[in-house]
Structure formats: structure tokens, C-alpha cells
């Protein structure tokens, strides 16, 4: 009884956190973002490292069927440790700072990261909008937020284009 409550708390945890990461999922850093001890996934995208603990999710569910008690609680201790440094690297990506590299590097890495966290912010407000519309009751308040949320989606699309823009500037740079 015990292990299927800690399946089902392991499960929400993560499922809590893809939708906290789902803005930053598909951001890469320079460096690695976690140590490979408790991440083997070379990829610094978070979305890889989500996968990963996913995969752990199985194979402790897997060992739980098994009863393999050793694996069960190195996978559990492991889990938890994977989703407690994703939830860390959420919260503080904002304050994340690049690696240091050529000067013409760094400008347009900086500007991907402050362009990554406009992208956020902007998704964040648009989902609170479209939250708030589909709550809204009056036609006055119905017809605003729906205004906001194009604005924001207008807004998201163009930083997106630009986010693009940067990504070729990079990948020229880096060739």
C-alpha cells in the first residue's frame, strides 16, 4: 500500500513538473545542467532530463512489480533527488549564467537567454489569460481577455521569430 501511494506521489511530482519546465523544456545551455551522476542523458535541453526521470518512474514501477528491493529504493532515492534538481534549475533558470566564450558569443548567448525568458513569461501570461477567459462571465471582460490573449499570442509569436533569428546567428558562430 505504501509503495503504490509513493508511485502515485512520484508520478504527480513529475507530471507537477512538466508543466512548470513546459516553457524552458526545450532551452539548451552551454554547459552541462545537472551532474552526470545524477543525470547520464548528454543533452542540457531539460525536456531529455525529464525523460530520463520518466524512464526512472518505469523502471522503479517495474522493479516494485519484481519486489526487488534494492533496485526500489535506489530508484526511489534517485527519483527524488532527479526531481528535487529539476524543480532547483526551474526555479533559479533566470538567474543561470552562460559559460564564458568569445565576446560576439556571449552577446548573442545572452540575448537567447533573455529572449528564452521573455518566451516564458510570455506563455505563463497567455495561459493565466486563457484561464481567466474561459472563467469570465460577463461579455465585456470575455471580449478584453480575449483581446489580451491575442495580443500575447501575437507577442509570443514574434519572439519566437526572433528566438529563431538568434538560433542561426548561433549555430553561424559556432560552426
Not at 519484481?66 to 526531481?83: D, N, R
Request: net charge positive.
Amino acid at each position: 500500500m505504501k509503495t503504490a501511494m509513493l508511485l502515485q506521489t512520484l508520478e504527480n511530482q513529475l507530471n507537477r513538473l512538466r508543466q512548470r519546465c513546459a516553457p524552458l523544456a526545450h532551452h539548451t545551455t552551454l554547459s552541462a545542467r545537472f551532474d552526470r551522476h545524477l543525470f547520464h542523458t548528454r543533452s542540457t535541453l531539460l525536456q531529455a532530463c525529464l525523460d530520463e526521470a520518466d524512464d526512472n518512474l518505469t523502471a522503479l514501477r517495474r522493479a516494485v512489480e519484481q519486489q526487488q528491493l534494492p533496485q526500489i529504493t535506489w530508484l526511489a532515492e534517485h527519483l527524488a533527488s532527479q526531481l528535487e534538481a529539476i524543480s532547483r534549475e526551474t526555479a533559479s533558470w533566470s538567474l543561470r549564467e552562460w559559460d564564458s566564450a568569445s565576446p560576439g558569443l556571449a552577446r548573442w548567448q545572452r540575448k537567447r537567454v533573455q529572449h528564452q525568458e521573455f518566451e516564458r513569461r510570455l506563455v505563463e501570461m497567455t495561459r493565466e489569460r486563457k484561464e481567466r477567459l474561459a472563467q469570465a462571465t460577463g461579455f465585456a471582460e470575455q471580449q478584453k481577455l480575449h483581446r489580451e490573449v491575442e495580443a500575447f499570442e501575437a507577442r509570443l509569436a514574434r519572439c519566437r521569430h526572433a528566438l529563431a533569428r538568434i538560433e542561426n546567428v548561433l549555430a553561424r558562430l559556432t560552426r
